[in-house]
């Protein structure tokens, strides 16, 4: 990052951490790993303030984008990349209404190969329906998580820089994603996880060579309750038919 002395804040082309976190659906912090290890281009002013280029942020989604195209991950396929500015965010109803005719949609946060694609694989198989979206890393699956707000999240315990127990935290004090299900899948048994403890109370967790088995149903009981959630009329009206 540079830290030479730069011109004051240009609104057209520079942001601050605060607006890249909202424009991203991420924590400040989760903002300033991503400046610190160089993914985001940034100054700093007089005052010690981090100055985001816009180009740079950019850049970043672009890159996210070619990737998860790359990797079979058909991410952001239903709108033009988003750029950095307050009026490409949806309001709240234009989010309703995209939500009530889109498939649905999970985001896979897992940095082994291996596990991806034996998820992908169940997926493919159980769950056609579903647009499965895939990171390596807590920050990138966190970027896509703000980005396409999706039914389910799935995250590994063990992953590079910030760890799957901090990422649930986060994820689960956040209001931008109330109301999105969580599925923990993890290598460790039960006694190895009880240091997360702490983070994964309440969640359904899924030990790997469990995930053939024990996956599919779980994503339907969870994508059962996000309908709920999203389409509450719809759930009240099924139960009042008999037929249904």
């Given at each position: 990052?540079d830290?030479?002395?730069s011109?004051?804040?240009?609104s057209?082309?520079?942001?601050?951490?605060r607006?890249v976190a909202?424009l991203l659906?991420?924590?400040v912090?989760?903002?300033?790993?991503?400046?610190?290890?160089g993914?985001?281009?940034?100054?700093?002013?007089?005052?010690g303030?981090?100055?985001?280029?816009?180009?740079?942020?950019?850049?970043?989604l672009?890159?996210r984008?070619?990737?998860?195209?790359?990797?079979?991950?058909?991410?952001?396929?239903?709108?033009p990349?988003?750029?950095?500015s307050?009026?490409?965010?949806?309001?709240?109803?234009?989010?309703?209404?995209?939500?009530?005719s889109?498939?649905p949609?999970i985001?896979l946060?897992?940095?082994?190969a291996?596990?991806?694609?034996?998820?992908?694989?169940?997926?493919?198989?159980?769950?056609?329906?579903?647009?499965?979206?895939?990171?390596?890393?807590?920050v990138?699956?966190?970027a896509?998580c703000g980005?396409?707000?999706?039914?389910v999240?799935?995250?590994?315990i063990?992953?590079?820089?910030?760890?799957?127990?901090?990422?649930?935290?986060s994820?689960?004090?956040q209001?931008?994603?109330?109301?999105m299900?969580?599925v923990v899948v993890?290598?460790?048994?039960?006694?190895?996880?009880?240091p997360?403890a702490?983070?994964?109370?309440?969640?359904?967790?899924?030990e790997?060579?469990?995930?053939?088995?024990?996956?599919?149903p779980t994503?339907?009981?969870l994508?059962?309750a996000?309908?709920?959630?999203?389409?509450?009329?719809?759930l009240?009206?099924?139960?009042?038919?008999?037929?249904?």
């Amino acid at each position: 990052m540079d830290h030479t002395d730069s011109p004051a804040l240009d609104s057209a082309n520079d942001m601050t951490t605060r607006e890249v976190a909202q424009l991203l659906g991420l924590a400040v912090r989760s903002v300033q790993l991503m400046v610190d290890r160089g993914d985001l281009h940034a100054w700093k002013t007089t005052g010690g303030h981090r100055r985001i280029s816009r180009e740079s942020v950019s850049r970043w989604l672009s890159g996210r984008q070619k990737q998860n195209q790359e990797t079979g991950a058909a991410t952001f396929s239903d709108a033009p990349t988003p750029t950095p500015s307050a009026q490409t965010a949806p309001s709240p109803s234009a989010r309703r209404r995209a939500s009530d005719s889109r498939e649905p949609a999970i985001v896979l946060i897992e940095d082994s190969a291996h596990f991806q694609n034996v998820i992908r694989l169940l997926l493919r198989h159980t769950h056609p329906s579903v647009r499965l979206h895939v990171a390596s890393d807590a920050v990138t699956g966190l970027a896509l998580c703000g980005a396409i707000r999706p039914d389910v999240l799935i995250v590994d315990i063990l992953l590079p820089g910030v760890d799957g127990a901090t990422l649930v935290q986060s994820v689960r004090s956040q209001p931008l994603f109330e109301g999105m299900q969580l599925v923990v899948v993890t290598a460790l048994d039960r006694a190895a996880r009880l240091p997360y403890a702490w983070a994964l109370s309440g969640l359904p967790v899924i030990e790997k060579h469990h995930l053939a088995r024990e996956l599919p149903p779980t994503l339907s009981m969870l994508l059962t309750a996000r309908r709920a959630i999203t389409h509450p009329d719809e759930l009240a009206s099924t139960r009042g038919n008999p037929l249904a």
